[in-house]
């Protein structure tokens, strides 16, 4: 399974319930920000060791993974509709981040 | 280039200028749900056909590419920080959603 | 009823429940991005139209009541939390807006 | 200087602009979602402890007030769209919210 594969899931998912003229642009934006929402609750009352402990808490562990399939979901679809390859976009930005943020330089290094 | 070759990048970038100690579930979630900020801030006022059409303006078009990227790199990294294989989690959603939203029948079925 | 008065209730609600711990900045900024992503979802595949048109939905008018006021409800306590009189930030900003965004002349104007 | 006079100011300005077209429910829950990500993004790399304590920085200081503003005016501005009194929305919510989490019962009460 790649990314591609899962971009093609969701065609053929979108395409069978005749869901395509929903998958705009705006809309999609509006449905990843919703999963997001969701997403972010799951962790808004724990301490910081809570929330990385998510794993011993079942119910939560289940949310967790529910929700931030659901991100992942929207967030292709979401590329998918605007005609973006996530993998090179996402490259693209780290390529330009390595110039904004340069790593310190290590010791001895000249 | 993959999501797992992805996900490595981005943890020799975070290594390579100890941001690690940043990088918890809670932190990662707030970074994700700011950069869908960002993004969703792109399209708000604009009209459904204009937002389809976001490739014909090259400054909405590179805010676009960038934005999108940047929800990428923290969803990738947060799901790095929970242990959570971003594809494996996708398709089992997919798995439940075929249950929770059968397509319908096509004519002639039975 | 007043936003001070609202305010004053929210204080109250939470010290009877002994949440005032949970009520932290980080916490109740999460909250409030929670809460907006569940109005959000509300619309997110609507028309424009429809979404406009949201009182003729009994289900989607009692929905949107709710989510609004829980949106309400975690900003005025993050205001609280962060010691921020709400209505005189927001009428700072507008008098910053009204400068940076100067309205057109009208025909006739010198 | 009340929520209902912030919510005229807001009416006139929009007005003076001819922004009305653009302030439909779709795109100002869109505008409300980016100005809260944009608040989240302030606190995301900070300890709760920094978080607690943004007005010693007085770069963070300032753009906190700004974007809790930007908040609030979208928050206002959708609500008049929406045709819904936030106050009394909110206050028919901790209603509601008094019978879902009932405050536990003091020592000695019966």
Known sequence: ?????LTQRLRDFAAARAWEPFHTPKNLTMALS????????LFQWLTPEEATDWRSD??????VLDEIADVTL????LANSL????????????DRNEIRFPPPKTVGED
């Open 74 to 77: 929207y967030l292709v679809q």
């Open 1 to 5: 399974m790649t990314l591609e594969d």
């Open 58 to 63: 079942p119910e939560l562990e289940a949310n």
């Open 34 to 41: 919703g999963e997001v929402g969701e997403l972010i609750s």
């Open 83 to 94: 005609g973006i390859d996530l993998l090179a976009a996402a490259n693209a930005k780290i």
